[in-house]
């Protein structure tokens, strides 16, 4: 027993696969042994009387083929017939010989018997005695002497066929008597190696069940300890005691528990005694920083109304300022409309001069028309006197100059009347210059007033954007606060709700720690355990208001003071510092904490918020 104590569970589990695989290996190679045996004996079986079996049936079959071509050479009456049945004696003959030459070779193998040798003998003897006869029968027929042959055949012939005919059934007869007896040998050295390998199984078996009942309680006992006081650490029982018998693996395993369990006592009275105090820093913390989240709010509240003052006031001064550039940009679209009213009117002023001057050139021009009209009338008129001085033969002349005379005549009628008209739309046409030459005047007159006008207006519209603009710049900066403050009371209510959560859990983790069960000095422990705090707080707990008050400041670090009023540049925006865990019990420890604040709480402690 101390030597199984003290033996590794390694070496047991060598020693006993290493004896289970030696087993296993001397039963293969036995297995393997008996194998070689049975295939030997087979292949005995398959080269010896198989073979010998299979060529005594080819010398019968060959000895039939010639004994039946020998008789039908004797029957046979046409030289056709006869060399047919002569090439088949022929090659009978050739297949007995060559058969019977392989039969002979198979009976001189290693473990032909006696008995087969014998047979075979009297095979090949008879054969000895049946060919001569046979080849001589053959001969008489080839010579003609078909008496002779039959004579020969019944006398020698036949009786020679029956003794080869039965020694080759003797000798067939024996090969399958010897067949059985193989195939009982084979049967009963079958049965012998069977239950060879089933006693070798049965003792592989014992010894493996012997190794189990050796290595399974080696393995099992240490292993149950080892597993009933991890359960009894798990369940938080540190008050036992771990005793180490054993110098292998497990022994190892007990003393690092013992090692473990020692620790865990350390570090769970350790960690008692840093939750409570936790715990009771934490409370006067949340307690604090409720009475800061209260300012802070109030604060936020008052910021908050200024800034919608602020944003109301903002809105107006836009709402003017925009008022002021819409009418600055209607004074500047009639200044472009007056602009454009009097570049047309001076392109009209500038036609109707173009006007009078043409009219002037048609005068001339009718007058120049009226001119050739006379020219022509005067041309006529000599014309027809000529043709009057003609007689009959300037008849003709003369009507056509009347004609020419009535169109010169029709033509100056018209050209006064065109220069009569023309003559009154000249006037008319001065007329229309004069009145447009006016307007322009007082078009551009229009145009300087509205400018003056579009000027006034842009200056108010400049006026208002700079006062919207400064107006902006205050709302914008109160808003900052407003931001900033927001930001502020809610990093106040998450470090409210974080100690908050923070005091719960370290009573949770006190209440966890208690479940530990560490003998006497743990209920010494337990009886001398540190009682929470009330929120009124007395000027002895000065440590807790320092580490409040430093954690305080710290959150003041992430966010940064807001602008003056006065500055053009906005203050940079506050980042809030939450973590996860803020974000995650924020509304709901926040509340429950300003729920169950204490009313009477001296705030005077906590004037360093």
């Given at each position: 027993?101390?030597?199984?104590?003290?033996?590794?569970?390694?070496?047991?589990?060598?020693?006993?696969?290493?004896?289970?695989?030696?087993?296993?290996?001397?039963?293969?190679?036995?297995?393997?042994?008996?194998?070689?045996?049975?295939?030997?004996?087979?292949?005995?079986?398959?080269?010896?009387?198989?073979?010998?079996?299979?060529?005594?049936?080819?010398?019968?079959?060959?000895?039939?083929?010639?004994?039946?071509?020998?008789?039908?050479?004797?029957?046979?009456?046409?030289?056709?017939?006869?060399?047919?049945?002569?090439?088949?004696?022929?090659?009978?003959?050739?297949?007995?010989?060559?058969?019977?030459?392989?039969?002979?070779?198979?009976?001189?193998?290693?473990?032909?018997?006696?008995?087969?040798?014998?047979?075979?003998?009297?095979?090949?003897?008879?054969?000895?005695?049946?060919?001569?006869?046979?080849?001589?029968?053959?001969?008489?027929?080839?010579?003609?002497?078909?008496?002779?042959?039959?004579?020969?055949?019944?006398?020698?012939?036949?009786?020679?066929?029956?003794?080869?005919?039965?020694?080759?059934?003797?000798?067939?007869?024996?090969?399958?008597?010897?067949?059985?007896?193989?195939?009982?040998?084979?049967?009963?050295?079958?049965?012998?190696?069977?239950?060879?390998?089933?006693?070798?199984?049965?003792?592989?078996?014992?010894?493996?069940?012997?190794?189990?009942?050796?290595?399974?309680?080696?393995?099992?006992?240490?292993?149950?300890?080892?597993?009933?006081?991890?359960?009894?650490?798990?369940?938080?029982?540190?008050?036992?005691?771990?005793?180490?018998?054993?110098?292998?693996?497990?022994?190892?395993?007990?003393?690092?528990?013992?090692?473990?369990?020692?620790?865990?006592?350390?570090?769970?009275?350790?960690?008692?005694?840093?939750?409570?105090?936790?715990?009771?820093?934490?409370?006067?913390?949340?307690?604090?920083?409720?009475?800061?989240?209260?300012?802070?709010?109030?604060?936020?509240?008052?910021?908050?109304?200024?800034?919608?003052?602020?944003?109301?006031?903002?809105?107006?001064?836009?709402?003017?300022?925009?008022?002021?550039?819409?009418?600055?940009?209607?004074?500047?679209?009639?200044?472009?409309?007056?602009?454009?009213?009097?570049?047309?009117?001076?392109?009209?002023?500038?036609?109707?001069?173009?006007?009078?001057?043409?009219?002037?050139?048609?005068?001339?021009?009718?007058?120049?028309?009226?001119?050739?009209?006379?020219?022509?009338?005067?041309?006529?008129?000599?014309?027809?006197?000529?043709?009057?001085?003609?007689?009959?033969?300037?008849?003709?002349?003369?009507?056509?100059?009347?004609?020419?005379?009535?169109?010169?005549?029709?033509?100056?009628?018209?050209?006064?009347?065109?220069?009569?008209?023309?003559?009154?739309?000249?006037?008319?046409?001065?007329?229309?210059?004069?009145?447009?030459?006016?307007?322009?005047?007082?078009?551009?007159?229009?145009?300087?007033?509205?400018?003056?006008?579009?000027?006034?207006?842009?200056?108010?519209?400049?006026?208002?954007?700079?006062?919207?603009?400064?107006?902006?710049?205050?709302?914008?900066?109160?808003?900052?606060?407003?931001?900033?403050?927001?930001?502020?009371?809610?990093?106040?209510?998450?470090?409210?709700?974080?100690?908050?959560?923070?005091?719960?859990?370290?009573?949770?983790?006190?209440?966890?720690?208690?479940?530990?069960?560490?003998?006497?000095?743990?209920?010494?422990?337990?009886?001398?355990?540190?009682?929470?705090?009330?929120?009124?707080?007395?000027?002895?707990?000065?440590?807790?208001?320092?580490?409040?008050?430093?954690?305080?400041?710290?959150?003041?670090?992430?966010?940064?003071?807001?602008?003056?009023?006065?500055?053009?540049?906005?203050?940079?925006?506050a980042q809030p510092a939450a973590t996860p865990l803020q974000a995650r019990h924020e509304a709901g420890d926040a509340a429950a904490?300003?729920?169950?604040?204490?009313?009477?709480?001296?705030?005077?402690?906590?004037?360093?918020?």
């Open positions: 027993m101390a030597m199984q104590k003290a033996m590794t569970i390694r070496t047991k589990l060598l020693l006993a696969f290493g004896i289970l695989i030696a087993l296993v290996t001397l039963i293969c190679g036995v297995v393997v042994r008996e194998m070689s045996q049975a295939n030997d004996a087979f292949r005995g079986y398959i080269d010896g009387i198989a073979q010998r079996s299979t060529a005594t049936h080819m010398v019968r079959e060959s000895i039939d083929v010639r004994a039946i071509a020998a008789r039908n050479l004797v029957l046979v009456t046409t030289p056709e017939d006869k060399a047919i049945e002569m090439a088949s004696v022929e090659k009978a003959v050739g297949d007995v010989r060559t058969r019977l030459a392989r039969l002979k070779e198979l009976a001189q193998a290693e473990g032909v018997t006696d008995a087969a040798k014998g047979r075979i003998a009297e095979i090949v003897r008879i054969e000895g005695q049946y060919e001569p006869v046979a080849l001589d029968i053959v001969g008489k027929v080839l010579a003609g002497d078909q008496a002779g042959a039959i004579e020969k055949m019944d006398k020698q012939c036949r009786p020679l066929l029956a003794a080869l005919t039965k020694a080759t059934d003797d000798y067939n007869d024996y090969n399958i008597a010897r067949s059985k007896e193989i195939v009982a040998d084979a049967q009963a050295s079958y049965d012998a190696r069977k239950w060879r390998l089933i006693a070798y199984c049965a003792i592989v078996i014992g010894i493996a069940i012997g190794a189990a009942w050796f290595i399974i309680p080696a393995v099992m006992r240490p292993l149950e300890q080892a597993v009933g006081v991890v359960s009894r650490v798990a369940g938080g029982d540190l008050s036992g005691t771990i005793e180490v018998t054993r110098d292998d693996e497990f022994g190892h395993l007990l003393d690092a528990l013992g090692t473990m369990q020692g620790n865990l006592v350390k570090l769970v009275g350790t960690v008692r005694q840093g939750s409570e105090s936790v715990s009771n820093a934490s409370g006067e913390i949340a307690q604090g920083n409720q009475d800061l989240s209260t300012r802070t709010e109030r604060q936020a509240s008052a910021l908050q109304q200024t800034a919608s003052s602020m944003e109301q006031l903002g809105s107006t001064v836009r709402q003017n300022a925009d008022n002021a550039r819409q009418a600055n940009q209607l004074a500047l679209n009639a200044s472009e409309v007056a602009v454009q009213g009097g570049e047309v009117v001076s392109r009209v002023v500038e036609t109707m001069r173009g006007i009078s001057e043409s009219s002037r050139k048609i005068v001339d021009i009718i007058g120049t028309i009226d001119g050739i009209a006379f020219q022509t009338n005067i041309l006529a008129l000599n014309a027809a006197v000529e043709a009057a001085r003609a007689g009959e033969q300037g008849r003709g002349f003369a009507v056509v100059a009347g004609e020419v005379r009535l169109l010169a005549q029709r033509s100056a009628e018209a050209a006064k009347q065109i220069k009569s008209l023309i003559t009154t739309s000249v006037e008319r046409v001065e007329q229309g210059t004069e009145l447009v030459d006016r307007a322009g005047t007082t078009m551009g007159d229009v145009v300087s007033s509205i400018r003056r006008v579009t000027d006034i207006m842009g200056e108010i519209s400049a006026a208002s954007s700079e006062q919207s603009s400064g107006v902006g710049q205050v709302g914008q900066a109160v808003t900052q606060m407003d931001r900033t403050t927001q930001q502020n009371a809610a990093l106040v209510e998450q470090m409210a709700a974080a100690a908050t959560h923070l005091s719960r859990q370290a009573h949770e983790l006190v209440d966890a720690v208690s479940a530990f069960k560490l003998g006497a000095d743990a209920a010494q422990q337990r009886h001398h355990r540190p009682q929470r705090t009330l929120p009124h707080r007395p000027a002895a707990h000065a440590a807790p208001q320092a580490a409040a008050a430093a954690a305080l400041d710290a959150a003041r670090t992430t966010s940064r003071p807001v602008a003056a009023a006065g500055s053009s540049r906005p203050a940079r925006p904490q300003r729920r169950t604040a204490v009313a009477g709480g001296d705030s005077d402690d906590w004037a360093t918020f």
